[in-house]
């Protein structure tokens, strides 16, 4: 086998969206950060907790890179990002590497 080294970065984006007021108003704002980090970042993205309530909500994000450097670029670009899209709703940002 080739010799190689994989990094992950793992984001958990935690939300309270104070002005959502159903389930289906939630999964519009979280699907429009969704869509977005897919397609501008080429990460994956998931709903990860709280499903079953309205105002919170937890995604989780994850990257693969043969470097280091580059993953820690992107969750910083990441949370930019989610700040501009969702402004004042993100409550806690966590990253690990792996």
């Known amino acids: 086998m ?3 080294q994989t990094h992950v ?6 939300f309270f969206l104070a002005d ?3 389930l ?11 869509d977005r980090l897919r397609s501008g970042f080429h990460v994956a993205v998931a709903e990860v907790g709280y499903q079953d309530l309205w ?3 937890v995604l989780a994000v994850a990257a693969v890179s043969a470097e280091p450097g580059p993953l820690r670029q992107l969750a910083d670009r990441i949370r930019e990002e989610v ?7 993100l409550s806690q940002f966590h ?4």
């Open 2 to 4: 080739a010799d190689f």
């Open 9 to 14: 970065c793992l984001i958990h984006l935690e």
């Open 20 to 22: 959502s007021h159903s």
């Open 24 to 34: 289906k108003e939630k999964r519009m704002i979280l699907r429009k950060v969704k």
């Open 55 to 57: 105002q919170r909500a």
């Open 83 to 89: 700040e501009q899209l969702a402004p004042g709703e």
């Open 95 to 98: 990253v690990e590497y792996f």
